[in-house]
């Protein structure tokens, strides 16, 4: 559905449009660190979860990702994960991870996949401990993020 003249669009008007660069610039201040890896002296990136809120983006629809980790994120292989967080937005509203845990809403995804014919849904979120973390980490501050990462060293001594 995401047609070449959408991407085109995309590429050229939204991410030029003043709402954007003021929104990123925005976020990428409270942040100041890539969500992944936690990784602060870098260029950062704001990735969007899902384009279902373009112009009137808040923090729960984006992610802050260094380079690597952005290019990670589009990777073919994680693909399902934008039509995870689409559907997600859509069945359970912005805020469903507010009040509900990712695990139970993919089971929720799964289940919907296979009702639809989907033979070889994904199994499973990605690595469950980075996205605790993700859902955790946002909208903290750099010294929250700095924290996280300093547990999360620790906790892999
Ligand atoms: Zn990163
Ligand atoms: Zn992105």
């Known amino acids: 559905m995401i047609t ?4 085109e669009w995309y590429r050229t ?3 030029n449009s003043d709402h954007w660069k003021k929104f990123r610039q925005k976020i990428i201040r409270e942040r100041n660190c890539c969500e992944e890896c936690f990784r602060e ?3 950062l990136h704001v990735h969007h979860l899902h384009y279902c809120t373009l112009y009137r983006e808040d923090g729960y629809d984006v992610a802050v990702l260094c380079t690597l980790c952005h290019k990670k994120a589009h990777s073919p292989k994680r693909q399902w994960e934008r039509r995870f967080e689409t559907w997600a ?5 912005r805020y469903w991870r507010k009040k509900l845990s990712s695990k139970s809403v993919f089971k929720h995804f799964r289940h919907w996949l296979r009702s639809k ?3 070889n849904p994904p199994d499973q979120l990605r690595e469950k401990e980075s996205h605790q973390l993700e859902t955790e980490v946002r909208h903290f501050s750099s010294q929250d993020c700095q924290r996280l990462l300093n547990n999360l060293q620790r906790s892999q001594q």
């Open 4 to 7: 070449n003249n959408w991407k």
């Open 13 to 15: 008007e939204y991410l």
């Open 41 to 43: 002296d870098c260029v």
């Open 89 to 93: 937005f859509k069945i359970y509203g």
């Open 117 to 119: 014919g989907y033979r």
